[in-house]
């Protein structure tokens, strides 16, 4: 079964652009979480989406937004861009929410802003 | 909410000995502490999970422990291996019916297996 799939694997963008970065789940996996990690603070939660639903939001501000669509697939967009934003940006997918369900920890996608 | 303090940032053995990784975690309803290994260029990998209702957890080189009193757990890694080197977080949540659901990270370990 393949794994986690995020793409792209690596991006950088300037300071005010806007990013758009894709999940695509284990199949059959129906829940997707997106964290960011940084040197500095670590793994962060920032959302998480079933069936189509955001079901919990971390303390990020409201240029981070996500999306997931019918076949679980996940985005997450972040616009006006940030030096800060740097950051390796990890998708995680589970069959559902909840800590009865492991989550499987994609690759990430390194994003730089310059 | 839920704050994950992980002990040490670095850590350095040698091949054959023991590394123990401490966490303590801030909200006393939090009851499922899993820890997971993160190789350079890839996502984060469970490697053992613990919940609140037990004390100690095995599984072959890997243990974790958990002090539910001291809101403390750690991670024991015997006979220690160079492909053992890596980043090891811990992370903690309460349950909430799946709903509300996160896991609060520390900050990671970067362990050093040397030869």
Not at chain 1, 104 to 111: C, Q
Not at chain 2, 35 to 55: C, F
Not at chain 2, 63 to 75: G, Q
Request: net charge positive; hydrophobic share 30%; charged share 20%.
């Amino acid at each position: 079964k393949a794994g986690v799939t995020q793409t792209p694997r690596y991006l950088i963008k300037t300071r005010g652009q806007q990013v758009t970065l894709s999940c695509s789940p284990i199949s059959g996996h129906r829940s997707v979480s997106w964290y960011q990690q940084t040197p500095g603070q670590g793994l962060q939660f920032l959302f998480e989406y079933f069936s189509e639903t955001q079901r919990n939001k971390g303390n990020f501000p409201g240029r981070f937004s996500g999306r997931q669509f019918s076949n679980s697939r996940s985005e997450m967009n972040v616009s006006t861009l940030e030096l800060g934003d740097s950051a390796l940006y990890l998708c995680a997918s589970s069959p559902f929410p909840g800590q009865d369900s492991e989550q499987f920890f994609g690759p990430g996608t390194r994003l730089t802003v310059l | 909410g839920e704050n994950v303090e992980q002990h040490p940032s670095t850590l350095s053995v040698q091949e054959g000995d023991s590394a123990v990784i401490k966490c303590t975690y801030s909200d006393s309803a939090s009851n499922y502490f899993p820890w997971y290994k993160q190789e350079l260029g890839k996502g984060p990998q469970l490697i053992i999970d613990i919940r609140s209702n037990v004390g100690e957890k095995k599984d072959q080189r890997i243990a974790v422990t958990l002090n539910k009193t001291a809101k403390h757990f750690s991670l024991h890694i015997t006979e220690t291996q160079p492909e053992d080197s890596a980043v090891y977080f811990c992370a903690a949540s309460r349950n909430s019916g799946g709903s509300n659901y996160k896991l609060t990270f520390g900050k990671g370990t970067l362990l050093t297996v040397n030869p």
